[in-house]
Nanobody, 127 residues
Framework: QVHLVESGGGLVQTGGSLRLSCAAS????????MGWFRQAPGKEREFVAS????????RYANPVEGRFTTSRDMTENTMYLEMNNLKPEDTAVYYC????????????????????WGQGTQVTVSS
């Protein structure tokens, strides 16, 4: 089993920045691709970013490309999401997720392909 815990959410003004963390514990050696998703009220959970097992390759959703950066500290078993130039439309609950197998580009966008999820952290961007 893998346990994921997000932190770092909060309230920020438009144009501000936040850094989310996702700490993994348990059988962390079984983790390959990790991802960030978000869910706004009344909307489906959507892909934000993902990163491969070595932390050397990341993918981003178009709305966050150039503003968000994800990274992974293998020694600390922690994944990060640096969010800059935040917009009101970024307001959502942010979740981290982990897969027990490498996810290819056509599969990493879908929540069903991830095996473990954190509890989520609220990000609110005021206008």
């Amino acid at each position: 089993q893998v346990h994921l815990v997000e932190s770092g959410g909060g309230l920020v003004q438009t144009g501000g920045s936040l850094r989310l963390s996702c700490a993994a514990s348990g059988r962390t050696s079984s983790i390959y691709t990790m991802g960030w998703f978000r869910q706004a009220p009344g909307k489906e959970r959507e892909f934000v970013a993902s990163i491969n097992s070595s932390g050397t390759s990341a993918r981003y959703a178009n709305p966050v490309e150039g503003r968000f950066t994800t990274s992974r500290d293998m020694t600390e078993n922690t994944m990060y999401l640096e969010m800059n130039n935040l917009k009101p439309e970024d307001t959502a609950v942010y979740y981290c997720a982990a897969s027990q197998r490498p996810l290819l580009s056509e599969t990493m966008f879908y929540p069903l392909n991830y095996d473990y999820w954190g509890q989520g952290t609220q990000v609110t961007v005021s206008s």
